[in-house]
Nanobody, 124 residues
Framework: QVQLVESGGGLVQAGGSLRLSCAAS????????MGWFRQAPGKEREFVAT????????RYADSVKGRFTISRDVAKFTVLLQMNSLKPEDTAVYYC?????????????????WGQGTQVTVSS
């Protein structure tokens, strides 16, 4: 069974930075794409970023492009999301997810396993 555990969320002022971490269990971590999604109150879960199994392909939502960076550490079974220049509209619960194949896109259905989420709050 795959388990994903997010950490690193918190309260930060606008313009600040946070780094989210997602620790994955299971020896097959390096075979699958990983992604980050977020969900604000009253809104649907939305795509933030994804990284391929090899780490060579990344894709971002337009709203975070240039501010967020996704990366993965295969040796540590970890995927990171560095978030800079945070805005109040980035406030949400952030979820880590494991894809069904080596390269995944922006759709929720392309991901098979999900973490419990970590809260990010950006104050103005």
């Amino acid at each position: 069974q795959v388990q994903l555990v997010e950490s690193g969320g918190g309260l930060v002022q606008a313009g600040g930075s946070l780094r989210l971490s997602c620790a994955a269990s299971g020896r097959t971590f390096s075979y699958y794409a990983m992604g980050w999604f977020r969900q604000a109150p009253g809104k649907e879960r939305e795509f933030v970023a994804t990284i391929s199994a090899s780490g060579s392909y990344t894709r971002y939502a337009d709203s975070v492009k240039g501010r967020f960076t996704i990366s993965r550490d295969v040796a540590k079974f970890t995927v990171l999301l560095q978030m800079n220049s945070l805005k109040p509209e980035d406030t949400a619960v952030y979820y880590c997810a494991r894809g069904r194949v080596a390269v995944s896109g922006r759709n929720v259905g392309e991901y098979a396993y999900w973490g419990q989420g970590t809260q990010v709050t950006v104050s103005s």
